[in-house]
């Protein structure tokens, strides 16, 4: 599902009280394609009813294609950071130069100015796939605490993650930290033997642009607006709810055959009659929800 290939080191130490993940990933379907990110990922157990990690990656760190040329206001389509009007902003204003809706375009700078003329400027800036990305994470086996044989490991856990989705920051789009750091929360709850799993997750993740890849799916462009839209007014059918849940249960009915049941509001995007992924969830509201049912079945 996550439309990626790669490889993954894992370096057990100390009977695995310390683990060490090291990858490369490449994004294979969606533009800028093949570019290598390397990663890396500690993961500790200082006691065991306790679990911490943390990582960090370089996106789009090692790219095989060179970013050279200027195109007046098509942007290089295949480049890491591509160069253009309708991906490029202004030092000076510290907003995009272009709106790809027409409305509400900053005033004239000396980067919009060149670009429309098919020139570039050093007040020009571009916004890039390139960056640093970093996670934590912890969690806490509430059931190897008890000491109750009836609760197996991991039946009754709680666990969270914070990430940061680019370190550095960029005029308009990416100034916010805050805005580009999900928090997710989530807890297993035993059932003492009813059920495999039941567990319950939540996230808060509050941005003022939609939660889209359309114009880097659709245009190569590592800015978070519509395909087409317009960057300064976001239409309100897509701006998204902060919060997303699901609540998830497992059976094993017989050996080889598995009932699973899902309940949620999460990121969950549909693909049409051409296999194309929908550029934005289907349930952006926070009234929107879904359910699934699934009989697996194995041999």
Known sequence: SYLAQGLRLSVPLFGGKLVNDLTVYMERDIEPNHDLSPGYMLTAKPLPFIELGAGAVWSHAIT????????????????????????????????????????????????????????????????????????????????????????????????????????????????????????MVGVNVPTFGVLDRLAFEGEYHKSRFPNTFGSTFEQNLPIPVPSGGDGYNIPSELKESPWKWTAYARRTLVDGVTLYAQAANDHMRHFDFTAKPSPVPATLKSSDWYYVFRLEVGI
Not at 87 to 115: E, R
Not at 158 to 181: C, F, H, N
Request: contains cysteine; glycine residues 12%.
């Open 64 to 183: 095989w294609r060179k970013e050279t040329g200027e195109t007046g206001i098509s942007p290089h389509r295949t480049a890491t950071s591509p160069v253009g009007m309708d991906n490029a902003y202004s030092k000076t204003t510290g907003k995009p130069v272009y709106s790809a809706g027409g409305a509400n375009v900053p005033p004239s700078s000396p980067c919009g100015d060149s670009l429309a003329i098919g020139k570039t400027s050093s007040d020009c800036g571009y916004y890039t796939f390139r960056g640093f990305k970093t996670m934590g994470r912890v969690s806490l086996d509430l059931g190897m605490l008890t000491g109750l044989d009836i609760i197996r490991p991991g039946d009754f856990k709680v666990y969270s993650e914070i990430a940061l989705l680019g370190v550095e920051d960029q005029p308009y789009y990416y100034e916010d930290k805050t805005e580009r750091m999900p928090v």
